[in-house]
């Protein structure tokens, strides 16, 4: 901190080297450890000025935050529904799948055990006749 009121103090052209602002200023007592420190207060009012802006600034920042907050609390909100409903899309088209794939499947077996029969009819017929 004392090299922070050094460094003040030097800004000032001469000023204390304890002195941190416009209004406040330190100065020695004769002889003793004790400071005495007077506050402008014109300087002062102007301070305050100062900070009641910057509080209004940070309000006004803090609303546009929970602004945007809600905003991206409904975009995300939105963005979940739409996945559950692109998961029940696709869990729906995958049972239509798998029935369209059993049922296909199915007659593809029927048809190969048919081809399978009239295959071996034929060379059954086929074995019958050439004994003779």
Known sequence: MAANSHRAGSSYGGAAPYRSRDGLSTRPVGGSEEIQ???DP???DEELTGLHRQV?????VAEEIGTEVKYQKDF???LQMTMIKAQAGVKNNLRRLNRSIIQSGSSHIIH???????????VYLWSKMFRR
């Open 76 to 78: 995300l909100e939105q």
């Open 56 to 60: 209004r600034r940070l309000k006004h």
């Open 37 to 39: 420190l007077r506050i």
């Open 112 to 122: 190969v055990i048919v081809f399978a029969l009239v295959i071996f009819f034929v």
């Open 42 to 44: 014109m300087d002062m």
